[in-house]
């Protein structure tokens, strides 16, 4: 059974690496996912749930996820932006829980990114 | 949308945007398999000329195009098996928003990954608004609420990776028993 008393735990693993993260905020990697209407229906939801997982698993601490609204290009959601830090926005598009994977471990850990999911890719189709 | 889960994600997002501090998801299925899905906000409300607007799919408040079709889509699926929708707002008060599905009906969509709902909308608006899922059948009911959870954090955000896990394990352990995985 879960308990409250298992997020007491967590917050006295986290605490500090919070505080930490609040006073370098020139690492912070954001990705934002679109979760309107249209993103919802093409899949955003897993796809948000499979970044917060990977995320999880590899405990990358300076990584956070959010969403934004509908930006006009419904047919290629589920649409997930990526920045890093110092580094131009890397949008990829078509997004599902199996591309996460390497989009974190070889654009989010390394610092490439998956040229082939990108919308550059996609629109050159 | 495939699935309740994913309309209650994109109508609870409607409350949202209404800067609501509150947002209170039902999940209820009596005896014979009637559905009742609410969404209710103490958000900004709105209008009686707005709210006549809401159910058409070509009223929305976004700049970006002319279509909005949240509610549109939800009130398809609903009739679809039988059931209907309703709105009611004040403005300044608050939306609630009910659905009534017949589960009988072959229409009747899943319901989907609800926990995952739940703990995506905890997760992507960790400033709040804070939002309760209560859910009953005949099998019993649950209530979660994310003012505890974050009470129990402290000061810990609640897009925390290992906190979302935590709340998707816990709703999907609660709701288990309930629907039994699915809603019927």
């Given at each position: 059974m879960k308990s409250l008393a298992e997020l007491e735990?967590?917050?006295q693993r986290t605490l500090e690496r919070i505080n930490l993260r609040r006073e370098d905020e020139s690492t912070n990697i954001r990705v934002v996912i679109g979760m309107a209407t249209?993103?919802?229906?093409?899949g955003a939801r897993p796809v948000m749930m499979a970044f917060m997982?990977?995320?999880n698993k590899r405990g990358l601490k300076e990584v956070t996820v959010s969403q934004t609204g509908c930006i006009g290009m419904c047919r290629l959601e589920p649409m997930v932006d990526v920045y890093l830090p110092g580094k131009e926005k890397v949008t990829y598009v078509h997004m599902t829980p199996e591309k996460v994977g390497r989009v974190v471990a070889e654009h989010i850990v390394n610092g490439r990114p998956v040229t082939e999911y990108t919308i550059g890719a996609a629109e050159d189709k | 949308?495939?699935?309740l889960s994913l309309h209650i994600l994109d109508l609870a997002e409607n409350s949202v945007r209404a800067r609501a501090t509150l947002v209170r998801i039902g999940v209820k299925a009596d005896e014979k398999r009637l559905i009742t899905l609410t969404i209710a906000d103490d958000g900004c409300g709105m209008s009686p000329e707005l709210l006549r607007t809401v159910m058409s799919p070509f009223g929305t408040t976004r700049t970006t195009r002319k279509v909005g079709l949240g509610i549109p889509l939800m009130a398809q699926n609903a009739r679809l098996t039988g059931g209907d929708i309703a709105i009611e707002s004040q403005e300044g008060k608050g939306t609630t928003f009910t659905?009534?599905?017949?589960?009988d009906s072959i229409d009747c969509l899943p319901l989907g990954d609800l926990a995952g709902t739940v703990a995506s909308l905890v997760t992507l608006h960790p400033d709040g608004p804070d939002f309760v899922l209560e859910c009953s059948s005949p099998?019993?009911?649950m209530c979660f609420d994310s003012r505890e959870v974050r009470a129990a954090l402290g000061g810990v955000p609640l897009n925390e990776p290992e906190v979302a896990a935590w709340?998707?394990?816990?709703?999907?352990?609660?709701?288990?028993p309930i629907f039994g995985g699915v809603i019927l």
């Open positions: 735990a967590i917050r249209c993103g919802i229906a093409a997982d990977e995320i | 949308m495939r699935d659905a009534t599905l017949h589960g099998k019993g009911s709340m998707l394990d816990s709703i999907r352990e609660e709701l288990e």
